[in-house]
């Protein structure tokens, strides 16, 4: 399965999908993963973001007004899988637009598009049963958020019920870059290596190459979402080359073990 | 989730708690004022020609409207939990006022969501959430009316849980909200099922409110659902039309779906989109219902109906001119299905109606609507 972390440390690059279109969004992508991202997030616009900050719910506003919809990010992923065989799909969505299409159908098409697995802001562990299920009998690795403030037992569920790795959240709140990074992520990171094995991606916030490479100290991958949105917002017919040379900026000097 | 579960620990060790009860039930009686009179609408029963009307009168709590009710419980549990922050989201900015109300008496900070399109339309409540010292933030995203408060303060709460409580207004979010808020509630039931018997010698056939979320409805409902006899029925916000965008009837439009943390019936395309609402009410104004009333409802216990924005409007005329009562804009849907059912009941049926709140936060709307100058 493509969702392994050969450099240190990994890149996940977070897109919305069908900003400002599908079209754009696959180009992107495929700079990204051309420039170094090895894990792909691909962000199903929602009209109510709870867990967003001002600039992913900027671009999902722009998806949501031409009619970007979960189907078409899952044939989305199947195209970009054609392209890239060894990077790891993620769908990073709401769970209503899920729980519209079916979950078994939900899960069939994005298995049948070459996703790797998925992650449902807005689904606890603790409400999930139905959900892991579907996950596991279609072979997709459900990724669940631990935040800074769950406590041991719930870090600990979360970490066994994940598959393929865990996503920790650099601090409490919503997503948004950030000046600075907190300690809570490093702490939060080694309460998860008491409980798993596997990798631990940390996210939120993180935008420049200091940031990753200073997460990178102590997590196996760095999310990246609201940065690499915003330089697709701020470069109007040039996303995809400016994601690449952000992406590239992000990651020099980083250590590929493959 | 941490918080959602030391707010259902504290919530529930404050059940059992003597002394919290003491104390929230005697900042209800010398505070907000309850018990609250049950009226008999003479001149309106006589007026529709069917069953007896009663009203509970909602409306004459301290702050104009049930939502006191909630905000005094939730804001000692502030005080057991030891935070200092509360935010909250208001539609109607009833809710909002409540907060700002129980924030100044406990010497909270207090900071209220407000989408911007509601600030207009709601502009007195607005300046009152400020006079009591609160921040009235006003939220730009989406459509601009409750739903967006809703989002913009749970974003809020993630960022701030360590210090701040989200005093939600109705029976709605994640758990425990929506069993809280009720319980809160309760008392409208409790008081109004012991009057209406003090004063008839028997159970209402009906019992109606308005449902935005819902808490003023079943606060009303949950002491009567044992008595299957009484019919209970939630009026929608019924807008301006049948098509997806113009109301906010959620049982007549909406399917099971999940938003900002409950799952229930909700308005939305095919793609799982939530969708925009409207109503004459901002009170009403949401796409989503408490998941209680949906499961009443799929019960087959409770049944829900619209109230169009101009019948609401003519009810609140009517109430007005009959009763001396100028009834909110949402509760004025209650009323409008009075006018449509009671006609058609036994002269020996009671009907109870919760008027849940006054209508001076209208004002402005109804004086656009009604053009009586």
Redesign the interface.
């Known amino acids: 399965m493509p969702l392994s972390f050969y450099k240190k440390p990994a890149l996940v690059v977070y897109v919305t999908c069908g900003d400002p279109d599908l079209a754009t969004t696959r180009a992107v992508v495929l700079s990204a993963i051309a420039a170094g991202a090895d894990v792909i997030e691909l962000g199903v616009p929602?009209?109510?973001?709870?867990?967003?900050?001002p600039v992913i719910?900027r671009a999902s506003?722009r998806a949501?007004k031409h009619?970007t919809?979960?189907?078409q990010v899952l044939t989305l992923a199947a195209e970009v899988r054609q392209h890239a065989q060894s990077t790891g799909l993620i769908v990073f969505s709401?769970?209503?637009?899920?729980?519209?299409?079916g979950m078994e159908k939900f899960c069939m098409v994005a298995r049948h598009a070459g996703v790797d697995g998925v992650l449902v802001t807005?689904l606890?562990v603790?409400e999930a049963g139905e959900y892991m299920q579907a996950m596991k009998a279609h072979d997709l690795a459900p990724v669940f958020l631990a935040?800074p403030?769950?406590?041991d037992t719930?870090v600990q569920r979360i970490a066994q019920a994940s598959r393929g790795f865990v996503y920790a959240v650099s601090r409490?709140?919503?997503t948004g870059v950030r000046q600075k990074l907190a300690d809570d992520a490093r702490k939060l990171v080694r309460r998860l290596r008491r409980v798993t094995k596997l990798p631990i991606a940390v996210g939120f916030g993180i935008s420049n190459a200091e940031q990753f490479a200073e997460v990178g100290k102590f997590a196996d991958a760095v999310v990246v979402g609201s940065a690499i949105v915003e330089t697709i917002e701020r470069n109007p017919g040039r996303e995809a080359v400016a994601v690449g040379e952000f992406v590239r900026k992000l990651t020099v000097g980083r250590l590929n073990l493959d | 989730m941490a918080a959602l579960e030391e707010l259902e620990r504290e919530y529930e060790k404050a059940k059992r708690d003597a002394k919290f009860q003491r104390r929230l039930d005697e900042l209800l009686q010398t505070y907000a004022g309850r018990p609250t009179a049950l009226s008999f609408a003479q001149r309106l029963t006589q007026k529709l020609g069917g069953a007896k009307i009663y009203l509970k009168r909602e409306d004459l709590l301290h702050t104009g409207a049930h939502k006191i009710n909630n905000c005094l419980g939730q804001a000692l549990l502030v005080e057991r939990m030891r935070k200092r922050r509360v935010i909250a989201e208001t539609g109607a900015g009833q809710h909002g006022v409540a907060t700002a109300t129980v924030c100044a008496l406990l010497g909270f900070e207090c900071v209220v969501y407000m989408g911007t399109e509601d600030m207009q339309r709601q502009e007195l409540n607005v300046f009152r959430m400020r006079l009591l010292g609160a921040e009235v933030r006003g939220v730009e995203s989406g459509s601009r009316t409750l739903k967006d408060a809703i989002n913009e303060a749970m974003r809020d709460w993630v960022t701030n849980v360590r210090t701040t409580h989200y005093l939600l207004g109705s029976v709605l979010g994640a758990h425990p909200y929506p069993t809280m808020v009720r319980d809160f509630h309760r008392v409208i039931g409790r008081e109004a099922r012991a009057q209406i018997l003090k004063a008839e010698g028997k159970l209402p056939a009906a019992v109606i409110a308005c449902v935005g979320g819902g808490s003023n409805a079943i606060g009303i409902f949950t002491e009567f659902l044992k008595d299957e006899k009484v019919r209970l029925i939630g009026v929608e916000a019924g807008g301006r039309g049948e098509g997806l965008g113009e109301h906010a009837a959620r049982f007549r439009g909406g399917s099971p779906g999940v938003l900002q943390g409950t799952y229930s019936y909700v308005l939305q395309d095919s793609a799982g989109q939530i969708a925009n609402t409207h109503s004459v009410s901002a009170g009403l104004d949401y796409p989503s219902i408490g998941p209680e009333h949906a499961a009443l409802r799929d019960a087959g216990r409770a049944e829900y109906v619209p109230a169009s924005d101009a019948e609401a409007l003519e009810a609140t005329t009517l109430l007005a001119r009959t009763e001396g009562i100028i009834p909110a804009l949402e509760s004025a849907h209650a009323v409008a299905e009075v006018v449509k059912r009671v006609p058609k009941m036994k002269k020996s049926d009671v009907v109870l109606v919760n008027i849940s709140g006054r209508g001076d936060k209208d004002i402005g709307i109804l004086r656009e609507n009604l053009r009586l100058d």
């Open positions: 929602f009209s109510d973001p709870v867990a967003d900050g719910q506003e949501l009619g919809c979960l189907a709401y769970l209503n637009p899920i729980l519209r299409m807005d606890p603790e935040a403030t769950s406590p719930r409490t709140g919503v």
